[in-house]
């Protein structure tokens, strides 16, 4: 191996572990801040200091999940990623699932197709940003293949989120990552925006991503809360995120401490923004005291080398 190639491969391997760890640290940032009142920076900056662990939640631990299976498979297999899934439950219940993949799991377990199991558990499916929050890996492993990465994106939501919106939050979340991750240099925030624009299908998604431009500048973050949402709907989650995330192009604590500034589903919302700002800074940029806390770092570590290493393949 030449050394530049060598220098390449380190680059673009730091940002699949800047991806996992960031999504990581951005989710046990705002977990104590799930479901609360918007707050400041400095309070988020205290919350951090004054931890002495960063335990992450259901989002981080089927991202987990998302990843053990695109290793063993060498990409997306429906069925085995389920299987993934249960047997991650199973053994940690306690991480914060909400009341729909249980039931799911359960039908599963009974006998239901994996890709069909969520269509009955809410009217229409569930769009929900579920399937966006664990998406990430699929974006790394398929960074330089959109349709395989659509594909794949739209295939691991439907597992819980059925509805249109759910998994196209989820793609959209999963495209963002791999503009973050693929590009050397950085793509400007400009044009990460316009080919998420490019890609969308959906015309609330359209609506909210061509809202993102006028807040990228904003001097107050409240407003990102009030015109983008910052809930537990899909629309209104994945959209803030790829705000945050564009709002700090420099910055990866900048990113997640305003997306869990912000309230709401903070935990969820902070996880996808430090997902893509993770891929496109790299390791480098995570906070060295903050990893330092991250709970399992050294197998998030492991898990990013081996999705590295099987997506070169």
Request: proline share 4%; charged share 20%.
């Amino acid at each position: 191996m030449t050394g530049s190639s060598r220098k390449n491969d380190d680059y673009f391997k730091s940002k699949f572990r800047g991806c996992l760890l960031g999504l990581a640290a951005g989710d046990a940032l705002g977990a104590p801040f799930e479901g609360a009142w918007p707050t400041t920076a400095s309070q988020v900056l205290a919350s951090a200091a004054e931890r002495t662990r960063f335990r992450y939640t259901d989002d981080t631990h089927m991202a987990i999940g998302v990843t053990e299976s695109l290793i063993a498979c060498g990409g997306f297999d429906g069925h085995h990623m389920t299987e993934v899934f249960i047997r991650n439950f199973d053994r940690e219940p306690w991480r914060g699932y909400g009341a729909g993949p249980p039931r799911i799991f359960q039908k599963i377990k009974a006998g239901a197709s994996w890709n069909e199991a969520a269509e009955d558990i809410y009217p229409g499916g569930s769009y929900g940003n579920g399937s966006a929050m664990r998406t990430a890996p699929v974006g790394l492993f398929y960074r330089e293949d959109v349709g395989n990465m659509a594909t794949a994106a739209r295939g691991q939501s439907k597992i819980t989120h059925t509805h249109p919106w759910g998994q196209e939050g989820a793609f959209l979340q999963a495209l963002a990552v791999a503009l973050a991750a693929n590009s050397e240099p950085l793509l400007s925030p400009g044009e990460i925006l316009a080919r998420l624009q490019e890609q969308a299908k959906e015309g609330l998604y359209l609506q909210k991503l061509d809202q993102i431009k006028n807040l990228l500048g904003t001097d107050n973050p409240a407003e990102i809360a009030s015109v983008l949402g910052h809930g537990i709907e899909a629309f209104n989650a994945v959209p803030t995120a790829i705000c945050c995330a564009l709002r700090h192009p420099h910055s990866y604590a900048d990113a997640v401490v305003e997306a869990v500034s912000l309230g709401g589903d903070a935990d969820t919302i902070a996880c996808m923004t430090g997902a893509i700002s993770g891929a496109g800074l790299g390791i480098e940029a995570i906070p060295e005291e903050w990893l330092a806390k991250l709970e399992n770092s050294d197998y998030l570590e492991k898990l990013a080398v081996e999705l590295w290493e099987a997506a070169r393949l």
